[in-house]
């Protein structure tokens, strides 16, 4: 069992810039891939960046290449995701997610997450 709790959300005006942060506890941290999706209101959920166990790997949405930056700190139980030149269409619910499936591929899909956070808003004035 890992829970998860996202922070670092916020308002920000286009252009801007935060770090989330979610802090895990529970099994070895390590041992999971994690990931970053957001909910829009009135639209599906929908995948932002992963990151495997030993951040060797990235994978990113073409929504959010070159601006979105996601990392972890083992030592410290964390994932990160630095959110650059806000848009917007970033206003979102974001949730981070563990796949416990550490030795393989790295997932875009929210089914081949094992467990989620509850989520931090972030929106984006223009």
């Known amino acids: 069992q890992v829970q998860l709790v996202e922070s670092g959300g916020g308002l920000v005006q286009a252009g801007g810039s935060l770090r989330l942060s979610c802090a895990a506890s529970?099994?070895?941290?390590?041992?999971?891939?994690m990931g970053w999706f957001r909910q829009a209101p009135g639209k599906e959920r929908e995948f932002v960046a992963t990151?495997?166990?030993?951040?060797?790997?990235?994978i990113y949405a073409d929504s959010v290449k070159g601006r979105f930056t996601i990392s972890r700190d083992n030592a410290k139980n964390t994932v990160y995701l630095q959110m650059n030149s806000l848009k917007p269409e970033d206003t979102a619910v974001y949730y981070c997610?563990?796949?416990?499936?550490?030795?393989?591929?790295?997932?875009?899909?929210?089914?081949?997450?094992?467990?989620w956070g509850q989520g931090t808003q972030v929106t984006v004035s223009s």
């Open positions: 529970g099994r070895t941290f390590s041992s999971y891939n």
């Open positions: 997610a563990a796949d416990g499936n550490w030795l393989g591929a790295l997932k875009t899909r929210e089914r081949f997450y094992d467990y």
């Open positions: 990151i495997n166990w030993n951040a060797g790997s990235t």
